[in-house]
DNA sequence: GTGTTTTGTTGTAAATTTACAACACCCAAG
DNA sequence: CTTGGGTGTTGTAAATTTACAACAAAACAC
């Protein structure tokens, strides 16, 4: 099974921190380059690997990665906000 | 980066919807074998076929897998349902 | 009973992910 | 200018995941 390419948005949510990869890194037990190569989504990571940078996060998985390119956050935050106003 | 084990409720999910193991891995596009090992919990999925899979149930990625033991669906849905009455 | 489908098990090979090292580049601080 | 942090790139090796085949056991229909 050839894996679709996976998109992310670790790079929004680590500069968010102002972590580096390294800080990043040793939150979820992995080398730096290994960051480095997801934020460039040159591999996809493990479900583990995804599991931990969610948590760190305090994210649902879904929210940090999907099968189709990422939306600006602002949008999807538009979007949650227009449907508790209905 | 040894990796944790990852619980799912693929069995669960789809035996709910009377699909054999072949019936499942001809969905998402694997080896019937490789649905086996997942239900066994031999090894993790890769990240993309965990998203296959949960697409194939409708459901995001942190219902289908977790990091820690599955909480029974009836357990799950009444903590929702509380939640609704609040 | 026989026959068929589903599942579990074992083994090997391929593909993907992760680690690690080495080096270059940029850029902000001093 | 120069030092250092953060990042990008290349290459190799290890670990994990996936495919696939072959066969046995279990469940189910006929």
Redesign the pocket.
């Known amino acids: 099974?050839?894996?679709r390419k996976i998109y992310n948005r670790i790079p929004v949510f680590?500069?968010e921190r102002n972590l580096?990869?390294?800080?990043l890194?040793d939150l979820v037990?992995?080398?730096?380059?290994?960051i480095?190569?997801?934020?460039?989504e040159e591999?996809?990571?493990?479900?583990?690997?995804a599991f931990r940078i969610a948590e760190v996060f305090g994210l649902p998985v879904d929210m940090v990665f999907s099968t189709k390119p990422m939306k600006p956050l602002s949008e999807v935050l538009r979007d949650h906000l227009e449907k508790e106003g209905d």
Do not use: I
């Open positions: 099974m050839k894996p680590r500069n580096s990869r390294q800080d890194a037990g992995v080398n730096y380059q290994t480095g190569y997801l934020e460039r591999y996809n990571p493990s479900l583990d690997l």
